[in-house]
């Protein structure tokens, strides 16, 4: 059936580091949707990648959306303790226009100062 | 403009008790789902509504019933309430007109943490 997995589960890093959370699925994906969720909060959206090797931006954060458009990546330049949390990548349920999205089991980022 | 809104936010339940937790959305969203969250398990759909008064099954409905009368609440029940329903719900809406290309976005609620006993 359809997955998405994502690498690594648990991620240590001391303030200053960088930091890259990969995420593969077994089929093709219309887009990607990357989630941020803070420890003892809900997930928030944060981006949404649609094109073939397409890379956005955001601040010390860089998404990326393979060329096959099955794999995509978060990294996280110079982690601040701001970034902990878990992040998630979601990708669309094929076939479906109802919404429905495929969690990857996330990344879960400490930092320490 | 409130969001995504749940109740009750903490639970406990002892084995066999029901309980119904409500999620209401003030943004006018056709979407609506319900997830729970374990440990080391991402998030995992149980139910999911495209709009008021249809419903249809997610990746792990078993022990669950679901409710949607009006297009802004959506309500999660459970009718006998086992140990292993023990975790995080998470309520989601999604709109269906896409205004911008790709706006599959969903909104999260801050979440309903039941324990049962």
């Known amino acids: 059936g359809q997955q998405v997995m994502q690498i690594p589960q648990y991620q240590h890093v001391q303030e200053g580091e960088d930091f890259t959370t990969y995420c593969n699925s077994s089929t093709t994906l219309s887009n990607i949707q990357w989630y941020k969720q803070r420890p003892g909060g809900h997930p928030v959206f944060l981006i949404q990648l649609v094109k073939s090797g397409e890379v956005k931006k955001q601040k010390r954060l860089t998404f990326q959306f393979g060329e096959a458009k099955k794999n995509s990546s978060l990294h996280i330049t110079a982690t601040q303790t701001t970034d902990v949390g878990t992040y998630f990548c979601a990708g669309p349920h094929r076939g479906s226009t109802l919404g429905r999205l495929y969690f990857g089991r996330g990344t879960q980022l400490t930092v320490w100062p | 403009n409130a969001g995504v809104t749940q109740t009750p936010k903490f639970r406990v339940l002892k084995t066999g008790q029901s309980m119904t937790l409500l999620c209401a959305q ?88 039941l324990t049962v006993l």
């Not at chain 2, 729970?36 to 999911?48: A, E, F, S, T, V």
């Open chain 2, 26 to 113: 003030d943004m006018n969203h056709e979407y609506m789902y319900w997830y729970r969250q374990d440990p080391g398990m991402g998030l995992r759909l149980i139910h999911y509504s495209v709009g008021e008064g249809t419903t249809a099954k997610g990746e792990v409905p078993d022990g669950y019933n679901v409710s949607r009368l009006k297009k802004q609440n959506f309500l999660l029940g459970l009718e006998s309430a086992a140990p292993s329903q023990t975790s995080v719900y998470f309520c989601a809406s999604r709109t269906r007109t896409a205004i911008l290309v790709y706006t599959d976005t969903q909104y999260f609620g801050p979440g309903t943490r």
